[in-house]
């Protein structure tokens, strides 16, 4: 199997889009009047999902076939302090270090994709929302685990420096308290 492009743009081109045809197919919508949930209704509606379904289903695999993880030249976000990205070599070096995650987390998307298929052969709305919430997790976990593993690393830093900040500030501030002054 030869591939044609990175994982980068098998992402953008396809497994993105397509889980886009699950991810919208239910919505609430906010009126004036309140809030409405947008289901699927008609046969076109419950194709684009099967549509969105087998493209995880089967797609998934693709990323089993060893393909660079961005195209020549691009390094994600990986330069600077506290990089939240790691660089493409960093993913690969991962990937050949622990193929076993790699390969589950692969499983995982796929499992959604069949479980989606199910779901439009009952036609069942209600586990259609669910499906939603477990595609979401699929897609989360591997790009916390490869893609942006810096992130929350970053976020408390950021966090706990604001926090600093503020505190230093507040010391800083003459003592105010809601007391009426005696
Ligand atoms: C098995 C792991 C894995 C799964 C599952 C996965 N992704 Fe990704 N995804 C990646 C990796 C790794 C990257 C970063 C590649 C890089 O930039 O080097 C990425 C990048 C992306 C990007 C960025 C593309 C760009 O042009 O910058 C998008 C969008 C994306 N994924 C969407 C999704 C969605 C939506 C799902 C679920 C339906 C999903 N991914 C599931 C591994 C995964």
């Known amino acids: 199997m030869k591939p044609v492009v990175s994982v980068k743009e098998l992402m953008r081109d396809m497994i993105d889009p397509l889980a886009d045809n699950i991810f919208d197919a239910v919505s609430t919508q906010i009126t004036k009047t309140g809030s409405r949930d947008v289901v699927p209704k008609t046969d076109a509606d419950w194709e684009k999902i099967r549509i969105g379904a087998v493209t995880l289903a089967e797609g998934a695999y693709l990323l089993k076939v060893p393909r660079p993880f961005a195209p020549a030249g691009d390094l994600n976000n990986s330069a600077g ?102």
């Open 81 to 182: 302090p506290n990089p939240v990205e790691l660089s493409p070599d960093q993913i690969t070096a991962k990937v050949l270090r622990d193929p076993v995650e790699w390969n589950a987390r692969i499983e995982a998307l796929r499992n959604v994709g069949l479980e989606v298929l199910e779901i439009v052969k009952k036609k069942d709305v209600s586990e259609l929302w669910d499906a939603g919430e477990n595609l979401d997790q699929a897609c989360e976990q591997c790009h916390r685990s490869y893609w942006y593993p810096g992130e929350d690393a970053k976020f408390y830093q950021n966090l706990n420096r604001r926090m600093q900040e503020f505190r230093e500030q507040q010391e800083r501030q003459p003592q105010r308290t809601g007391k009426p002054p005696k």
